[in-house]
């Protein structure tokens, strides 16, 4: 029972987060609180591992939310079941291609899909930024409320970003890097 329901919870997944793997953090988000698989502690986790190895963010946090759940074949269900309805759609499109490369009506759709796309973006953006940022437990006024260590490593790996040579280092970088700086300043 738990493979069907880890399939159909991942299938709407990744039949609606149109936007990439940051468009699934609302839905993921939603999906721990309904089901109890996993806590916002643990999203941020699972969003720090997906997006430090590789392949698609979105399938990285089907895969660990399946395996977590169920085991290896729960990883392949929550898998299967986020990129089948992209598939679904791909191979419904590809008989289509030409009518839809033209059509008026499908630019139409994806102008308004944009948006849409981006407030999920912005969405997880926020979710992500409350978890990693903020003390959740602290007084709301008070100076422990932000983690400003957690913030200031966030400026500066940002800062950093914006810098031409810099800005052509790998990820992993930035990523490893800010692992070392949390490990010996326990952020």
Request: charge should be positive; hydrophobic fraction near 55%; charged fraction near 10%.
């Given at each position: ?79 299967l ?19 839809f ?85 326990q952020?």
């Open positions: 029972m738990i493979y069907l329901q880890l399939f159909f919870e991942f299938f709407k997944v990744g039949l609606f987060a149109i936007g990439g793997g940051l468009a699934t953090i609302p839905f993921l988000t939603d999906m721990g609180a309904r089901t109890g698989w996993f806590t916002s502690g643990e999203l941020a986790n699972m969003i720090a591992i997906s997006e430090s190895t590789p392949g698609p963010m979105g399938v990285n946090m089907a895969t660990y939310v399946g395996f977590h759940t169920g085991g290896i074949l729960g990883g392949v269900v929550a898998t079941g986020l990129v089948c309805p992209s598939i679904i759609v791909i191979l419904i499109i590809a008989g289509f291609l030409k009518k490369r033209e059509s008026r009506g499908v630019d139409a759709v994806f102008y308004g899909i944009r948006p849409a796309s981006t407030a999920l973006i912005a969405a997880a953006l926020v979710e992500v930024c409350s978890i990693a940022l903020v003390n959740t437990g602290a007084a709301l006024g008070g100076m422990n409320f932000f983690r400003w260590p957690a913030i200031l490593l966030a400026v500066i790996v940002f800062v950093c970003l914006q810098v031409k040579p810099l800005k052509k280092l790998h990820p992993i970088v930035f990523i490893a890097l800010s692992a070392v700086v949390g490990i010996i300043f952020l």
